[in-house]
């Protein structure tokens, strides 16, 4: 029997909801390609990827009576059934420049794999589209920066998909953050504890599905043999195509870190170290990591546990916030709770949202300010993750064990360090004997989005990639 994880469950649950209700098919007004108001009936929309992801897209659309789904795409024709019967009426298209040729088309809303998000994005801006597009924006540092552009260039809304930013308990949580509720907050510090099993090993290449377009699902990223057992969902764990865990659940929370140390620009440095232990597999991506942003006065500490980890005052996915006076843990969208530093709850925050009404509700009044996640957020809070992963792709192995403090003076990194060691002992592994791959201290300059001194030629060239043909980001849009 096939187990499913509880993102499909609720996915399939909208999808079951979406196919039951009577949505009418209302065009929206008509547009010229450029130049366009925002529609005041249905938006019309198009869902790009609906493999995973991208049919909780369909089944939320659906069931919101200002949106019409009109198009379905995606590279792999054997993962639409669920979305096409749920969306009725929706025309298919594998490849997306076909579906951009339409002018009907309001919206595109995007659930690709990462290394598609902000190519699909700029296109679709391009072609005079408001978007919304999952996390993380971007693959690369370079490339969300571009979606940036393009919005701004073109006049489009575009949403990113952190949907925490559209929960009233994490507004009124930040908020009471901001308002001094807690002190002066000096450390935000993410949390990733998310158990992921090995994704397995093959002795060869093996093939992509026949349904699936295997180029055009490559698009920008390098064109590789496929070295894993599984095409879609395990792209997650290989460099070329995601991001690894910072990125994939972790950029949720390095958005609300982010979000409640009120920072709206990238650090001036960053350190990152991490393994992948516990098992043998096709994956390259760490499934144990440690990165520290510096702000000044402030520090952003990342932590990710796939192994069997207990959690971190009281949360295995969230954020806390170390302040003066206390701290601030969001373990959930929908319930947050303030503590004072005997462990004492003095505040609790409660209250959910829609991130994707938010976004067609945006649309509909045409202001970008309407947004609960623009994209400038976005692109800000998924950087944030390509740093510390570029700075662990620049490490050097160093056994667990040889020394306490491996980021130097720097003590709340290091004491996260001993309890990941820790953690890792506590699952089988031999400090002794097993390494961790300590990246270098990294300087950026946030205005120019590069990095400086020290290994900032080697660290440059991961801020961007090279693209493939007609797969290309722009440097300028």
């Not at 990591?289 to 796939?306: A, H, K, P, W």
């Not at 490490?395 to 130097?408: E, H, K, R, V, Y």
Request: proline content about 4%.
């Amino acid at each position: 029997m096939t187990r499913r994880t509880r993102r499909e469950f609720l996915e399939e649950s909208l999808l079951a909801a979406a196919a039951a209700a009577t949505v009418p098919l209302v065009p929206s007004q008509a547009f010229g390609q450029t130049g366009r108001v925002a529609p005041s009936d249905q938006v019309n929309i198009a869902v790009v990827g609906v493999r995973g992801r991208g049919a909780g897209h369909v089944g939320t659309y659906v069931g919101n009576k200002a949106a019409n789904v009109v198009a379905i795409v995606d590279p792999d024709s054997a993962v639409v059934g669920r979305s096409m019967k749920a969306a009725k009426g929706a025309k298919y298209y594998k490849d997306l420049r076909k579906m951009l040729e339409d002018d009907s088309i309001d919206a595109v809303s995007i659930a690709t794999p990462n290394h598609w998000h902000s190519l699909a994005a700029i296109w679709a801006i391009q072609a005079g589209k408001h978007v919304y597009v999952e996390k993380p924006v971007s693959h690369n540092i370079f490339e969300g920066r571009r979606v940036v552009d393009a919005a701004r260039k073109y006049g489009k809304l575009v949403q990113h998909g952190t949907q925490a930013r559209s929960h009233k308990a994490c507004q009124e949580a930040i908020a009471f953050l901001h308002g001094g509720g807690l002190g002066k907050v000096n450390i935000a510090r993410g949390l990733c504890y998310k158990r992921r099993g090995s994704i397995g090993q093959v002795k060869g290449p093996k093939q992509a599905p026949k349904t699936c377009d295997y180029d055009l699902w490559t698009g920008p990223a390098d064109m590789q043999p496929l070295m894993r057992k599984n095409l879609h969902y395990d792209w997650h764990w290989d460099f070329n195509t995601g991001n690894g865990d910072i990125g994939n659940q972790g950029v949720h929370q390095m958005d609300l870190a982010r979000w409640g140390l009120g920072r709206d620009t990238l650090p001036t440095s960053v350190r990152s170290g991490g393994c992948r232990l516990g098992y043998v597999d096709d994956a390259n991506t760490p499934n144990t990591q440690t990165s520290i942003c510096d702000y000044g006065d402030q520090q952003l500490i990342f932590e990710v546990r796939g192994l069997k980890t207990p959690q971190y005052k009281g949360a295995h996915i969230g954020v806390v916030f170390h302040c003066d006076d206390g701290y601030l843990v969001i373990g959930s969208y929908s319930k947050c709770h303030a503590f004072d530093h005997d462990g004492k709850i003095i505040k609790t925050f409660q209250g959910g949202g829609d991130n994707f009404g938010n976004f067609v509700s945006a649309v509909q009044s045409g202001k970008s300010g309407d947004l609960n996640a623009e994209i400038l957020k976005g692109h800000l809070s998924a950087a944030v993750c390509h740093l510390g992963n570029i700075s662990y792709q620049l490490g050097s192995p160093q056994l667990l064990n040889a020394t306490d403090a491996p980021f130097g003076d720097v003590e709340s990194a290091n004491e996260s360090f001993v309890r990941l060691r820790k953690h890792l002992t506590d699952n089988g592994i031999d400090a002794s004997k097993e390494s961790y791959n300590m990246g270098p201290a990294l300087t950026f300059d946030p205005k120019s989005e590069r990095f400086t001194g020290a290994h900032a030629a080697a660290a440059n060239k991961l801020v961007t990639r090279p693209y493939r043909g007609a797969f290309v980001v722009p440097n300028e849009i």
